[in-house]
């Protein structure tokens, strides 16, 4: 069983979303299940709603998952554990209070009796006994008589249980402490780690959000996270081909950086390949040609948010060159008015004819009536495409 065991306290980063990944991927390859644990202990820092943020990632990226957990739902649970292990003298309770409940026990305490402990009116919290050098005393319950994170985890591995953990190596330092509280309560089964590096991200690359409304593709994130720091036979690829290959155990442990240009290479590639109805769903239309015209665009734009603002600049509404007013009325007219073209080099020889225009002053104006901008893409390229909207695009 593999688990995979967000945070609700901010935004999905790519470091949370690469783990999770490689929860999937791995689980698949074993024939496991993998469940998802949101632990929203954290009462303070939990922020409503993002919860079904996480779920609705999750299942655009195509991570399905066997069972859903709350932490919280525990919380009575990690309680009787934290009894159990207090009777069974494993645990003790401590009034050494720091403003870090992490920090060691500085006094006696492990060694009172139970009335020095009943008959003393402090406030308190619950430390594991001291296990070796790997382990030090540390805190399971908090004085508000809620678990801590490491304690929480622990306990919930057992209960549902998670025999395989992948996460991120800033974790690494807590595994003993959970192997010691499991040990400690008597639960033998072998879990097994894997710490993977996290990515070197700048602020503002960090968020898995930010990058979808940039224009950043699920499967193009994917593919590039999956990359980072893992030998892979081919450069793009999907998540179904990744399962064929990838392979946990070959994760480099230095820290990759997170190359944002990458990144837009990848999704430029992913651009490419994806079926064109798709494409132009995705970028707001609903047409096969538009898609193949967007694709167009993948030498000069490499997110889909690019690519629709030059694709919707097509059709939106055009402003008069005011330097040949009249010229450009009149050839605003005989576009409206043209009789259907197969070629856009017939397209072109009817508005020069009817027009009477020529070089300049004709390629200009029709470039603006047909893009709206003054440079751009060979018209000879746009036009297969756009000529059945030309109505909608010349106003």
């Known amino acids: 069983m593999y688990r995979f065991s967000p945070s609700p306290t901010g935004d999905m980063s790519v470091n949370d979303l690469r783990v999770a990944l490689l929860n999937s991927i791995c689980a698949k390859q074993a024939g496991e299940s993998l469940i998802v644990r949101i632990e929203d202990g954290d009462r303070a820092r939990t922020i409503e709603g993002k919860d079904q943020e996480i779920l609705e990632m999750l299942e655009l990226f195509g991570i399905s998952y ?4 709350y932490q919280s739902n525990n919380f009575k649970y990690h309680l009787q554990f934290a009894s159990t292990l207090l009777d ?39 430390r594991m006994k001291k296990l070796d050098t790997t382990c030090d005393s540390f805190v399971i319950m908090r004085t508000d008589k809620y678990p801590t994170y490491t304690f929480a985890c622990a306990c919930d591995d057992m209960l549902q249980g998670v025999t395989t953990i992948i996460r991120e190596n800033e974790q690494e330092p807590t595994a003993p402490k959970e192997e010691h509280i499991r040990k400690s ?50 450069e793009i690829f999907t998540l179904e081909e990744a399962i064929a290959w990838f392979d946990i155990k070959t994760i480099s442990q230095s820290p990759a950086p997170f190359d944002i240009d990458k990144l837009r290479f990848i999704n430029r590639e992913h651009i490419k390949r994806i079926p064109d109805m798709e494409l132009s769903k995705r970028i707001g239309y609903a047409c096969e040609n538009i898609g193949k015209l967007a694709k167009l665009y993948t030498e000069e734009a490499s997110t889909t948010y690019e690519i629709k603002q030059k694709v919707d600049a097509l059709f939106a509404k055009k402003a008069l060159d005011t330097t040949f007013e009249k010229e450009s009325k009149l050839l605003q007219e005989l576009i409206l008015n043209a009789p259907y073209c197969a070629s856009f080099d017939a397209f072109k020889a009817y508005l020069a004819e009817k027009s009477g225009l020529e070089d300049e002053p004709f390629l200009k104006l029709l470039r603006l009536w047909l893009t709206g901008a003054d440079t751009g893409l060979d018209l000879a390229l746009l036009y297969p495409f756009i000529k059945n909207y030309l109505k909608e695009i010349v106003r």
């Open 185 to 234: 309560i008597g639960y033998d089964q072998a879990m097994h780690y894997t710490h993977v590096p996290s990515l070197l991200c700048q602020k503002d690359e960090s968020a898995v959000k930010r990058l979808l409304d940039q224009g950043f593709m699920p499967e193009a994130i994917m593919n590039y996270l999956l990359l980072l720091s893992n030998p892979a036979p081919t």
């Open 66 to 69: 066997s069972q859903l957990y």
């Open 88 to 126: 069974t003298k494993k645990a003790f309770i401590c009034f050494c209070l720091h403003e870090n409940e992490e920090s060691p026990c500085i006094g006696t305490c492990e060694h009172l009796s139970p009335d020095e402990v009943l008959n003393t009116p402090k406030p308190f919290v619950i």
